[in-house]
């Protein structure tokens, strides 16, 4: 099978999961169906008090996704200050998370944008790669928590581990197997070995020590929690007695939901698989829905306009015309001042 025949199954397959999420979700919201306007008034009747910790927890998880770039750019060499760092972090999430094909464009994006800040091609990809790294491994572990800490889901959890593995295994005899033929056969090229060869080169850019590998995972993980406490903080705005893994366990299935999906964000789909967890758990539509709009709203919609502000303001022609604004303000609030500062006397 060819690449683009492998590229496109998974496609379909991807789709097909999304479809089979949101079949799912429909089918257990099927008899509470909430009515639009008892879910804007359960909105309006939040604590303001704890949606702005959640709105706070959003942000120092964006900050702190931020300081694992940083982290991993400095152990390549290259000092990024931490505005900066925010403004990519946003800015990327912004090209990723709205655009199609978004993952693929966030990656040119911050490989330039990196690229303009003194990092090598290779450290920016290394970056990148490890980040992926750190990130997924930590959030699969905040699933298999979720799903491993639940009656209803630890036994399906457990299936799907073993067949998970089962698979890696028979990959593996088969990679080896097909290594070993090449290897008989020296004159014929495998490029999927030369493409490994290189991510390995990307990989030799970045040279983290014992204690970068630490803090990196703390921050990868620290920024999920961070992520999940907004969730936590927007259900008790709301007034929502959920327990921590049913909190935990929405979190992850809508995540999950927006992955497979092939619409920019998981919309539609991330809310759907993470307002039938809570349903499920005993939560009313109403609630449900008023829980996962809030949170959407400030993890995905506050978060994506910040990016895009962010993604202006990183164009140079952008900061020109702004510095050319603030200099002519300027002009205009010294007019009639000399070069001293001072106004002639009379």
Not at 34 to 61: F, K, T
Not at 160 to 171: G, H, Q
Not at 205 to 223: E, H, K, S
Not at 235 to 264: N, S
Request: with cysteine; aromatic share 6%; hydrophobic share 55%.
């Amino acid at each position: 099978m060819s690449p683009v025949s492998v590229t496109h199954t998974a496609r379909r397959l991807r789709g097909v999961a999304a479809v089979a999420v949101a079949g799912v979700a429909l089918f257990a919201l099927r008899d509470r169906i909430p009515d639009p306007d008892a879910v804007w008034a359960s909105i309006q009747g939040v604590n303001l008090g704890w949606l702005a910790v959640a709105v706070l927890a959003e942000a120092l998880s964006m900050r702190l996704f931020a300081a694992l770039l940083r982290r991993l750019l400095r152990s390549g060499g290259v000092r990024l200050t931490t505005p900066r760092s925010m403004a990519v972090t946003y800015a990327r999430n912004a090209v990723s998370s709205s655009l199609p094909a978004g993952p693929v464009l966030s990656v040119a994006f911050t490989i330039r944008e990196l690229g303009r800040l003194g990092a090598s091609t290779s450290l920016s990809a290394a970056t990148l790669a490890f980040s992926a790294v750190y990130s997924t491994t930590t959030f699969a572990l905040l699933g298999l928590v979720a799903l491993l800490g639940g009656d209803a889901t630890r036994m399906p959890a457990l299936i799907a581990l073993a067949a998970a593995a089962t698979a890696v295994f028979a990959l593996v005899r088969l990679r080896r197997r097909r290594h070993g033929a090449h290897r008989r056969d020296p004159h014929r090229r495998d490029p999927h070995r030369r493409r490994a060869c290189r991510i390995l080169s990307a990989g030799d850019a970045i040279r983290p020590t014992g204690r970068d590998r630490l803090v990196l995972v703390v921050l990868a993980l620290a920024n999920w929690l961070l992520d999940v406490a907004c969730l936590a903080a927007v259900c008790a705005a709301a007034g929502v007695g959920l327990g921590p893994h049913t909190v935990l366990l929405g979190y992850v299935a809508g995540k999950i939901a927006a992955t497979v999906a092939f619409i920019p964000g998981g919309l539609g789909v991330a809310e759907l698989g993470m307002a039938a967890t809570f349903v499920g758990a005993g939560t009313t539509g109403t609630m449900a829905a008023a829980v996962v709009a809030l949170y959407r709203l400030i993890s995905y919609w506050a978060v994506l306009a910040v990016g895009w502000i962010a993604w202006l303001l990183l164009r140079d022609a952008v900061r020109a015309r702004l510095a050319a604004a603030g200099r002519w303000l300027l002009g205009v609030a010294g007019c009639g001042d000399d070069k001293t500062g001072m106004r002639p006397a009379r």
